[in-house]
């Protein structure tokens, strides 16, 4: 991978798409300094013309699978998925850039594997990456949540954060996972409590992105009430709720199952304080991974495909089973149907951002094509009349006439993500900002127009033009600093963290340890500011 | 190296004790602690002296590069092997060589889990790290192998953390042997099984732990040459496990019966899964084969016996394993922490050796056996002791090598990026890479 370059370029003339700054398709220059964003370049400066064309921030993906032990395992139990689902990590960088985005989060990376992931990342062509960390069901910090210890678990929080250089603590079906693991059905303490200490604890270590939470119940029928419960139960907090369409569901069984997406988005609705994402789901195979294990087994035991399940320290693990969303059954017809409901009822594009919880829902690949049903309502519709025929009755989809504008995409593909994840210097192009750009063609339908981008700007530098990769940079990973990771947290909790990875067996704490020397290009993002 | 080191290099794949290792008097290494693996790897003659050669004439690093260069691409079809002891770096880095040259690349040692993939692949595995099988199982079915003596911490005869949980091992011993390793420790509960009798056996054990009759397996009492009554109480043992764990090493699973010996040691756990919790652990290869199986994995596609002469890279082990490529396949070697070329050529032929492939570059510590004479020798430091690197014991847990040994030498990493970097600069155009 060649040495990152920051370039110079005036990007003339296109029509600027950049939520941050208001700009909705006013013609204008885009003038990028060492790889930075400024306010103009001298006359001189090497030119990209993009009249007639669309210009907006690089795009970000702030939750996908891409590298770590849950998609490598993905790879060997699916050789059949192939690349569609699974591509290699040189071409998941080269696919992402094509079609604009520039800058991934992998969103479920287990503590003791965090070091390889971080290999695997840096391999990754060419976008800017991070990692969550999962953190939910290991047995230390459940303890500490339980017990009510939250300064511990604010400290274990950010040192797990800082050992593996993570960017953001996540959640998976927190206690149950654990709980699971046991052999038992329950976690002792209820989820709310838990999410709740969770959610304290983390948010006294002032991340960039909140608690990222992957809540109970994911996939089962009626999981909309426990869904509204623990969202209730954060009210208060900062937090992010990921792939929301899978926790969207009414109905008792599988039989049964219906989209209650409209009382998730109203909660949504009401409380600013929420991001979320969506999780779409898109007709064809896929490849389910996560590390919500036992929602894994269900998975298997209902559908009777095969099973890989991967049981780790820090009760992180996964569970991966392949998977077929077809639009005549009614299941997957229904999913399909509640995730672009939950889209098109958030009435804010800033707290509702689209992914598809790659490859889970269906490969990143397929962004361009929910995009179009997004902004074409009789493309949707057409999908709605050739699906499974009850599903008008199990979802209001057909009654939505709202269609996103090319601002709003814009917002649910780059600005809104960016923000959400506190990256000041991305999924904007105001002065100062990553000169990440993507530039469409304007015209024609949004599936082909998000699909090829007519070229890609990664710090300045031309990565690709017309769909072909013409440079292979690399990307820097982000990473915190937890202001409670130094000595005040390793001084309390040192016996603690010896024992908890040492007597289980699964490394030396200097082991466990990443030093930053060990990525490519590291880049630590600051806590917010104390009174935020 | 003036004095004794301590030093944590699991080149056995497994959660290993620390090694210790002291200058010998005759100049090489003397190795104690750890396990006999890590010992005997440890101890391996190091030619300290050996410096880069070409046709056996001492030459400059840059000369030799390119003279591996130079034969590399000259050749038909290039054979990439090894990388049991090198690290992911190293692995990624000759993926892309493969790649590039158009050849082929398998890992030394993979050929032994072939029959454990092609099960994961039909069944799936429901399975855990070594961490988590010491952690949490209460029951291990311990197939054809003990890894207790060896390891003693890999599970010890209780569960950690709580003294009063004894830990109950179902021991099949290895063909030949009726004690196996009960003196490891622990409560052991034997399970003699005849040889070959295997999967009959396992077919029993898994039905029975499913409360199903043995049926057609079950002969005079015996199932595979174990006693009906020994699997009933295995079965019975497994049933009442929180966590079971089923444990076997690679040489379980090798034979025509290796695939569905493997499936149904998989499918036994994945059924315990319904009422319990239960994992399937294969030890697997030593080294680090696990990790530059990872490697090859992320990077092509496909873990192992990867050929990219087709345009996308492409899984064969008939076409691009050890064996056929080592048995006149290939007609250049590029060999990368290969221990050994003689063995793999040896399960290729059963016996009967081909026609040695024409050239042989060899980068490392050491010549493999069986190479003694290769075109090219670029002698390298010693990955883990002396080149820092990344490797995955077989869980998939990563360990950070942190070569305290000094060393004048490159490291495989280093020679491999001049290697690259001469053959890109070739012009020779890289294969396509898959879904490109």
């Given at each position: ?80 998925a ?77 040192w ?14 927190a ?56 969202m ?24 049964g ?13 009401a ?78 594009p ?153 007597a289980?067996?699964?490394a ?7 030093e930053?020397?060990?990525?490519a ?12 | ?20 290792i002291?200058p010998a008097?005759?100049?090489g ?91 994961l ?63 490891a ?20 054990l ?8 043995a ?26 496990a ?20 493997a ?31 990872a ?37 250049a ?95 020779k155009?890289?294969s396509?890479?898959r879904?490109?």
């Amino acid at each position: 991978m060649a040495t990152p370059a920051s370039g110079t370029i005036r990007i003339r003339g296109g029509s600027v798409f950049d939520p941050a700054s208001g700009r909705r398709g006013e013609t204008g220059d885009v003038c990028i300094q060492d790889g930075r964003v400024v306010a103009s370049l001298p006359s001189g400066a090497p030119v990209f013309e993009a009249r007639g064309l669309v210009v907006m921030p690089g795009g970000v993906d702030l939750h996908s699978h891409i590298a770590g032990p849950a998609v490598q395992s993905a790879r060997l139990l699916c050789p059949e998925a192939g690349g569609a689902c699974l591509p290699t990590l040189q071409e998941t960088g080269r696919r992402y850039v094509r079609m604009g985005y520039t800058t991934v989060f992998d969103a479920a990376i287990s503590p003791i594997r965090a070091r390889v992931a971080h290999t695997e990342l840096d391999a990754v062509p060419i976008v800017d990456k991070g990692i969550f960390v999962l953190m939910g069901n290991d047995d230390l910090a459940l303890r500490l949540a339980r017990d009510g210890r939250l300064d511990d678990l604010s400290d274990f929080m950010g040192w797990l954060l800082h050992a593996t250089r993570g960017y953001a603590p996540k959640l998976v079906n927190a206690g149950f996972v654990e709980a699971w693991r046991r052999g038992e059905e329950e976690e002792p303490v209820a989820p709310e409590e838990l999410l709740r200490a969770f959610a304290a604890a983390g948010g006294a270590l002032r991340l960039p992105h909140p608690l990222h939470v992957h809540l109970s119940g994911l996939g089962r029928p009626g999981n909309a009430a426990m869904t509204l419960r623990q969202m209730e139960a954060l009210r208060d907090s900062r937090a992010h709720f990921t792939h929301l369409q899978f926790h969207a569901y009414g109905g008792r069984t599988p039989a049964g199952l219906r989209s209650r997406a409209p009382e998730i988005a109203s909660w949504l609705n009401a409380h600013p304080r929420a991001t979320a994402d969506v999780g779409q789901v898109v007709f064809g195979p896929a490849v389910t991974l996560s590390a919500d294990a036992p929602a894994q087994h269900r998975l298997h035991r209902a559908t009777g495909r095969k099973w890989l399940n991967l049981d780790g320290e820090s009760g992180a693990g996964c569970g991966i089973v392949p998977h077929d969303y077809r639009a005549d059954r009614l299941t997957g017809a229904v999913q399909w149907a509640t995730g672009l409901e939950l889209m098109l009822l958030c009435s804010d594009p800033w707290r509702m951002f689209l992914t598809t919880d790659h490859p889970n829902g269906g490969a990143f690949a397929a962004y361009p094509v929910i995009i179009r049903m997004l902004m074409d309502r009789s493309f949707r519709e057409a999908i709605l009349a050739g699906a499974h025929p009850r599903l008008k009755e199990r979802c209001v989809l057909a009654g939505i006439a709202r269609e996103y504008t090319l601002d709003e995409i814009a917002i649910v593909t780059r600005a809104g993500p960016a923000r959400a994840l506190g990256l000041e210097r991305k999924g904007n192009l105001g002065a100062g900002a990553d000169g990440d750009v993507a530039i469409y063609r304007s015209a024609g339908d949004p599936e082909a127009t998000f699909s090829e981008a007519v070229a890609v700007f990664k710090d300045g530098v031309l990565v690709a033009r017309d769909g072909e990769i013409v440079a292979e940079t690399r990307g820097r990973t982000f990473f915190v600093e937890p202001p409670s990771s130094g000595d005040r947290a390793r001084a309390g909790l040192d016996t603690r963290l010896r024992d908890h990875f040492e007597a289980c067996g699964a490394a030396p704490l200097e082991d466990f340890v990443l030093e930053e020397e060990a990525l490519a290009r590291p880049e630590t993002v600051p806590a917010l500011p104390a009174a935020s | 190296m003036d004095a004794a080191l301590s030093l944590r290099v699991p080149l056995c794949g497994l959660p290993c004790a620390e090694m210790r290792i002291a200058p010998a008097p005759s100049g090489g290494v003397r190795a104690s602690g750890g396990c006999p693996a890590g010992r005997v790897a440890a101890a391996l003659p190091i030619a300290d002296e050996a410096k880069p050669a070409v046709d056996g004439r001492p030459v400059s690093e840059a000369q030799a590069v390119a003279a591996a260069a130079a034969l590399l691409l000259e050749a038909r079809s290039p054979f990439v092997f090894g990388l049991s002891m090198s690290s992911c770096g190293t692995a990624r880095r000759a993926a892309a060589i493969a790649r590039r040259l158009g050849g082929a690349i398998d890992v030394e040692g993979a050929a032994a889990l072939e029959n454990d993939l092609v099960a994961l692949r039909t069944f799936g595995l429901a399975s855990a790290t070594f961490g988590e099988v010491r952690h949490r199982a209460d029951v291990v079915l311990l197939w054809r192998c003990d890894p207790r003596p060896d390891h003693p911490h890999l599970m010890p005869p209780r569960l950690p953390g709580d003294a009063s949980a004894e830990r109950l091992f179902i021991l099949v011993p290895l063909a030949g042997e009726t004690a196996g390793g009960a003196h490891a420790g622990g409560a052991t509960q034997m399970l003699p099984v005849a040889d070959g009798g295997d999967l009959d056996a396992l077919l029993a054990l898994r039905a029975l732990a499913a409360r199903r009759e043995a049926g057609a397996n079950v002969s005079g009492g015996m199932a595979g040459g174990g006693a009906l009554s020994d699997l009933h109480r295995a079965a019975a043992a497994l049933r009442r496990a929180r966590y079971a764990a089923m444990v076997w090493d690679a040489a379980a699973t090798r034979g025509p019966a290796g695939p569905a010996i493997a499936a149904t040691l998989a499918l036994l756990a994945r059924d315990l899964n319904v009422q319990h919790r239960a994992a399937a652990r294969p030890l697997g290869a030593g080294g680090n084969v696990a990790g530059a199986m990872a490697a090859i994995l992320s990077d092509c596609g496909h873990p192992r016996a990867v050929g990219f002469s087709g345009g996308s890279p492409r899984e064969a082990p008939e076409a691009f394993g050890a064996a056929p490529m080592l048995d006149g396949g290939a007609d250049a070697l590029l060999l990368i922490g290969a221990r050994s070329i003689a063995v793999s050529r040896q399960t290729a032929s059963d016996g009967h050796s081909g026609p040695r492939p024409t050239h042989a570059v060899v980068i490392g510590p050491r010549l493999p056996e069986g190479c003694s004479d290769p075109e090219v020798f670029i002698p390298t430091a010693i990955p883990a002791f002396s080149e820092k690197g990344l490797w995955l014991l077989a869980d998939g847990v990563p360990v950070p090598m942190r070569a305290p040994l000094p060393s004048t030498r490159p490291s495989e990493a280093e020679v491999f990026d001049r290697l690259i970097g001469r053959v890109a600069a070739s012009g020779k155009p890289a294969s396509p890479r898959r879904g490109a």
